[in-house]
């Protein structure tokens, strides 16, 4: 399948595979994508859900199928179905439950760049990773959503310049403007920490950081529930006592 979810332990892997075509999504791709999500949303056991590519020597993903967009471009009903299944994708990912975490080598161009900006954190595995938004260059517009997702992320300036010109940068460059948190040939240092934090702290962190930048900058009666029950969870049991008995907390 060009792209799967594979379950390794508490961790999915959301894998790209379409290697003779840089990874490249096509309309198939997206439409399986939202029904992949949602399956490792309803695994109990997982605590992190990593979107890779399957080979770590090739592009993460190049983008919209190019070809297929052209012979398709005057099929009115392919174009709506293509737009709502990527909508549909990144809204879905945006807002995925689990942390994700976006591991890029090669080229993260386009869309693929938008599956990236989706995830909550983005690690480059070298500093040749290249990335880039390019529909100005193909006289194409990127989705308002995803638009929103990289304003968030380097501000409105870095957006523009980006957007713009289509221009590559590498991971240095995006790791300067804030497109991406690390650089790392090995993410697994990484994973290791994130799989180490209380479950449901993380969960409903990563809830309130969505609320803000959907625009809510206030506590509210649920804000203020989810601060409160947090004293009375197993994880802060677990995580008190195991401060008190200066070991690793073993979170369930």
């Keep these: 399948m060009t792209v799967r979810l594979e379950i390794e332990g508490r961790i999915g ?8 075509h840089r990874n490249a999504f096509n309309l ?7 029904a992949l999500l949602e399956q490792a949303a309803r695994n109990p056991d997982l605590r992190l859900l990593v979107v890779r590519s399957a080979s770590s020597d090739g592009a993460f993903c190049a983008g919209a199928d190019i070809k297929e967009l052209l012979a398709n471009k005057d099929d009115a009903e392919w174009c709506s179905a293509n737009q709502a299944a990527i909508n549909r994708t990144q809204y879905t990912l945006a807002r995925h439950p689990l942390p994700t975490l976006a591991v890029v080598s090669g080229d993260c161009i386009g869309g693929g760049c938008g599956l990236a900006l989706a995830c909550d954190i983005r690690l480059a595995t070298g500093p ?3 990335f880039g938004i390019t529909p100005a260059r193909l006289g194409l517009v990127y989705p308002l959503h995803d638009v929103k997702l ?6 409105s300036g870095q957006a523009r310049k980006l957007l713009f010109t289509g221009m590559l940068i590498n991971a240095e460059e995006a790791l300067r403007i804030g497109l991406i948190e690390q650089i ?3 993410p697994e240092q990484l994973i290791e920490q994130l799989l180490a934090a209380a479950p ?3 969960r409903e962190l990563k809830r309130f950081v969505r609320r803000v930048l959907d625009g809510k900058g206030e506590d509210d009666a649920d804000s203020l529930r ?3 029950d947090a004293f009375q969870s197993l994880d802060f049991a677990e995580g008190t006592r195991a401060f008190v008995e200066k070991r690793k907390p073993e979170f369930r």
């Design 13 to 20: 892997h959301l894998v790209i595979d379409r290697a003779e």
């Design 28 to 34: 198939d791709m997206w439409q399986a994508m939202p």
């Design 128 to 130: 040749d990773v290249r």
């Design 150 to 155: 990289l304003v968030d992320l380097v501000g």
């Design 184 to 186: 790392d040939a090995t």
């Design 200 to 202: 449901s702290s993380v």
């Design 226 to 228: 989810v601060f409160g």
